[in-house]
DNA sequence: ACCTGGTAAGTTATCGGTAACGTACAGGCG
DNA sequence: CGCCTGTACGTTACCGATAACTTACCAGGT
């Protein structure tokens, strides 16, 4: 009576091979649509299979024949970040084409998880790996340490191995809003940023510093905060820089939360003073429903999360050695005007 | 010289064995720490084991000893979703103590996909799973069907089933965002919401009709709008129903989607007209950065997506049936003021 | 009739690990 | 000294499927 109790011995093939009266192969090589097999014998065992609900073991399956899993491991620092869920989304979507699944596992920034979790996913045997590395050192991706498999770092290049990056373009992206906040006239322009440490600090940075260079603005280290933190210490920073001598004008944020730290900074600020226009990197949601006008660098996470997998499959497929690829998304930039 | 070519003829258990002149039964005993070994043995061969780098197989393992596999599927319509990539991030949290991993599938919200993404997790032979059900029958979702594996259902109740459950309290906070409303003066106050099919839909419903009967309030189907849509729609909607000869002066909406569509509808009213009040299901990003103040029911997905791992561990740690449980999540309400 | 050649099956070995069982040897005890 | 018990390990079979090899059979060519 009770569904729980049942339990089925877990029909294999050999069950129905011996139902039919042929032996395992027989099915075996009907299932997998193998040519030597008659399509009278072949319709036989599909209907039994059909009939008895079998579903042949996938582990089993792998474990003899050592080809492909059909698993893709996705490593990320922390999925609650929509650039990171995103990333799986698009992933999943060119995976799910290749008949692949996505495991995860999260580091929590800490590049020692990060070490145990991808030994773990090897372990578990996933075909390939994409990674969004939470320190800069990546030697413990290289050749031997992963059996060899391909891997594709995310949002960061590899650092002493040569594996696939994909990669937004960091430097243009930033160096654009830059530029728009200068021909918009602004000559004093903030910039809130990550630690110089990682690749994406460095490279929106370098935007930032060559935008001013090329409108000929010296680089003024009081309107420089560069820091790894949430919104609150964005915040902080940013009302130092406005409660300066002679403040920004201008406000340009390497990131979501230093863009939300800012614009928190600017919440509050009385009617009569000076309005202080903002640019950032990373898209917002609502971003036109906000109390002041915005511009931000688009990108399409979901977008890199497809580049990822392709690199990864294409890889796959070819047993040549190839040299390592980058491909770098594009960015572009978007004025979102205030309300009224 | 090239790591590419080198490619290790991927050491076994027994190279290892070979290696120290033991048995492979002693190498499997020493690694899985069981009793039968004497502790100098197990000494040599961990230091082999450590020496020569060896991993074993999982699957191998698991194939030949059919215990858990220590893997957690996860079913969801959408990870871009923040509701789902957060109950992820929880499920994961959990899953790690426990050394499991999670599998990813999405379903697009189409029940026929969902039927066979949870087919294709069973085959790879997850050990439980947490679905977020993409259509109102569960019954795909059934004991055998699932060779008995213990499923939990999110954000809707199990139908046609008996299996665990994590919910938010839909209609509790529902009731309380209405109850705000009425507290602050509302007698006529717009809901929009969800198609009636959906649990939640239904649900939310419920909540703002009682919050209105509680007041004394008639329901005025003029004031209702239920939708399976985008936000764009819900901005139509809301649209229409603002246009109405007696206008609501309060809107509740029943998610994010429908919130952001008021929010929309609301953005570009001239100063002069009456102020509309908004409150809705779901936090929202920066609420406290909108051009208008913003009541929401908020709550923790990453808790729900911890309470689905638990009752999960639970159930298999326990072979004795037990009845389905169900966990529901609280919700609060949080006032978000406008800016200045 | 004899020899190919192709197709349709069955047989056997194997993937990498583990459960179940067998064996050898130590020590305790009457 | 013989018997029993326990521990430490080796042997074998097996998990479920498949690669590689083998066998059975039938058609067509000479």
Same mark, same amino acid.
């Given at each position: 009576?009770?569904?729980?109790?049942?339990?089925?011995?877990?029909?294999?093939?050999?069950?129905?091979?011996?139902?039919?009266?042929?032996?395992?192969?027989?099915?075996?090589?009907?299932?997998? *649509?193998? &040519?030597?097999? =008659?399509?009278?014998?072949?319709? #036989?065992?599909?209907?039994?299979?059909?009939? %008895? $609900?079998?579903? /042949?073991?996938?582990?089993?399956?792998?474990?003899?024949?050592?080809?492909?899993?059909?698993?893709?491991?996705?490593?990320?620092?922390?999925?609650?970040?929509?650039?990171?869920?995103?990333?799986?989304?698009?992933?999943?979507?060119?995976?799910?084409?290749?008949?692949?699944?996505?495991?995860?596992?999260?580091?929590?920034?800490?590049?020692?998880?990060?070490?145990?979790?991808?030994?773990?996913?090897?372990?578990?045997?996933?075909?390939?790996?994409?990674?969004?590395?939470?320190?800069?050192?990546?030697?413990?991706?290289?050749?031997?340490?992963?059996?060899?498999?391909?891997?594709?770092?995310?949002?960061?290049?590899?650092?002493?191995?040569?594996?696939?990056?994909?990669?937004?373009?960091?430097?243009? *992206?930033? &160096?654009?809003? =830059?530029?728009?906040?200068?021909? #918009?006239?602004?000559?004093?322009?903030?910039? %809130? $940023?990550?630690? /110089?440490?990682?690749?994406?600090?460095?490279?929106?940075?370098?935007?930032?510093?060559?935008?001013?260079?090329?409108?000929?603005?010296?680089?003024?280290?009081?309107?420089?905060?560069?820091?790894?933190?949430?919104?609150?210490?964005?915040?902080?920073?940013?009302?130092?820089?406005?409660?300066?001598?002679?403040?920004?004008?201008?406000?340009?944020?390497?990131?979501?939360?230093?863009?939300?730290?800012?614009?928190?900074?600017?919440?509050?600020?009385?009617?009569?003073?000076?309005?202080?226009?903002?640019?950032?990197?990373?898209?917002?949601?609502?971003?036109?429903?906000?109390?002041?006008?915005?511009?931000?660098?688009?990108?399409?996470?979901?977008?890199?999360?497809?580049?990822?997998?392709?690199?990864?499959?294409? &890889?796959?497929?070819?047993?040549?050695?190839?040299?390592?690829?980058?491909?770098?998304?594009?960015?572009?930039?978007?004025?979102?005007?205030?309300?009224?």
């Amino acid at each position: 009576m009770s569904a729980h109790s049942e339990s089925e011995p877990a029909l294999t093939m050999r069950d129905v091979a011996a139902r039919l009266g042929v032996s395992p192969m027989t099915v075996s090589r009907a299932l997998r *649509g193998q &040519r030597g097999i =008659g399509e009278a014998t072949r319709q #036989r065992v599909l209907a039994e299979v059909a009939a %008895l $609900g079998y579903r /042949p073991n996938k582990r089993a399956r792998e474990l003899r024949s050592g080809g492909p899993n059909e698993l893709i491991g996705l490593v990320v620092t922390n999925l609650a970040n929509p650039f990171y869920s995103q990333l799986a989304v698009g992933l999943e979507q060119i995976c799910v084409g290749y008949g692949a699944r996505v495991m995860l596992g999260s580091t929590g920034e800490n590049p020692a998880t990060e070490r145990e979790v991808v030994a773990d996913l090897v372990d578990r045997g996933v075909d390939g790996l994409v990674v969004a590395p939470a320190g800069h050192d990546h030697s413990h991706l290289g050749g031997e340490r992963l059996r060899d498999l391909p891997v594709v770092l995310a949002a960061s290049p590899p650092m002493g191995i040569d594996v696939d990056c994909v990669l937004v373009d960091d430097f243009g *992206g930033t &160096r654009e809003a =830059g530029r728009r906040l200068v021909a #918009r006239g602004h000559r004093r322009i903030g910039f %809130l $940023g990550l630690p /110089p440490s990682l690749w994406t600090g460095s490279e929106r940075f370098r935007g930032y510093a060559v935008a001013l260079e090329e409108a000929g603005i010296a680089l003024d280290e009081r309107y420089v905060s560069r820091h790894r933190g949430d919104s609150a210490l964005a915040e902080e920073a940013a009302r130092a820089m406005l409660a300066l001598p002679d403040p920004p004008t201008a406000l340009l944020t390497a990131n979501n939360r230093n863009t939300v730290g800012a614009l928190r900074a600017l919440r509050d600020r009385a009617q009569d003073q000076e309005p202080v226009a903002l640019a950032g990197f990373d898209d917002i949601e609502l971003a036109d429903m906000l109390h002041l006008p915005l511009t931000v660098v688009s990108y399409d996470p979901v977008e890199l999360g497809r580049a990822a997998a392709k690199l990864l499959f294409e &890889r796959q497929a070819s047993t040549a050695p190839q040299p390592p690829r980058r491909v770098t998304i594009a960015t572009t930039l978007v004025d979102h005007p205030a309300p009224r």
